[in-house]
Antibody, heavy 118, light 107 residues
Framework: EVQLVESGGGLVQPGRSLKLSCAASGFTFSDYNMAWVRQAPKKGLEWVATISYDGSSTYYRDSVKGRFTISRDNAKSTLYLQMDSLRSEDTATYYC???????????WGQGTLVTVSS | DIQMTQSPASLSASLEEIVTITCQASQDIGNWLAWYQQKPGKSPQLLIYGATSLADGVPSRFSGSRSGTQYSLKISRLQVEDPGIYYCLQGYSAPYTFGAGTKLELK
């Protein structure tokens, strides 16, 4: 059974940093592209970043480019999101997601809440 | 960026009723269209991928179709467990974009 478990969320002041983790199990982690998707409170879904199966390619939405870094450790089956220079508009539940056949986000974690506030 | 225009924003339907939700892509995305259901406090669940393929474990009353750049999700006979928010997603090119969502309620 595919399992994705996010951690690392919490309350952080504007301008500070936070690092999210996503522990994967139930599949061969190094075979799949992975992504982060976020959802602001009471709002819709927004893709944040994607990393290729081997970590060689990364893609970001414009609003986080230069501030967020997606990475992975295939030996540990773990996905990361380093978030720097956080802004209030980054407040959201962050989900990690695994690709599937003809679909970017076939499996989702339960999410971790990041609140950026002074 | 590819825009996904989803409609309606909300709808209320009765048990056993047929429900249709649509997404209009701003350009050709081929079959890179997925549909998700999200219930309060839960993560999204995949319903349809490749525009028309049913995800594992999803009831057959859900179906997806495509006509050019318009995509539809149909629930053939609404059941009590179907209310929630439904989203479409284009996975054709980054930035990958979701529709704004359709809130489905039982009448």
């Amino acid at each position: 059974e595919v399992q994705l478990v996010e951690s690392g969320g919490g309350l952080v002041q504007p301008g500070r940093s936070l690092k999210l983790s996503c522990a994967a199990s139930g599949f061969t982690f190094s075979d799949y592209n992975m992504a982060w998707v976020r959802q602001a409170p009471k709002k819709g879904l927004e893709w944040v970043a994607t990393i290729s199966y081997d970590g060689s390619s990364t893609y970001y939405r414009d609003s986080v480019k230069g501030r967020f870094t997606i990475s992975r450790d295939n030996a540990k089956s773990t996905l990361y999101l380093q978030m720097d220079s956080l802004r209030s508009e980054d407040t959201a539940t962050y989900y990690c997601a695994r690709e599937g056949l003809m679909v970017l986000f076939a499996y989702w974690g339960q999410g971790t809440l990041v609140t950026v506030s002074s | 960026d590819i825009q996904m225009t989803q409609s309606p924003a909300s709808l209320s339907a009765s048990l056993e009723e047929i429900v249709t939700i649509t997404c209009q892509a701003s350009q050709d995305i081929g079959n890179w269209l997925a549909w998700y259901q999200q219930k309060p406090g839960k993560s999204p669940q995949l319903l349809i991928y490749g525009a028309t393929s049913l995800a594992d474990g999803v009831p057959s009353r859900f179906s997806g179709s495509r006509s050019g750049t318009q995509y539809s999700l149909k629930i053939s006979r609404l059941q009590v467990e179907d209310p929630g928010i439904y989203y479409c997603l284009q996975g054709y090119s980054a930035p990958y974009t979701f529709g704004a969502g359709t809130k489905l309620e039982l009448k």
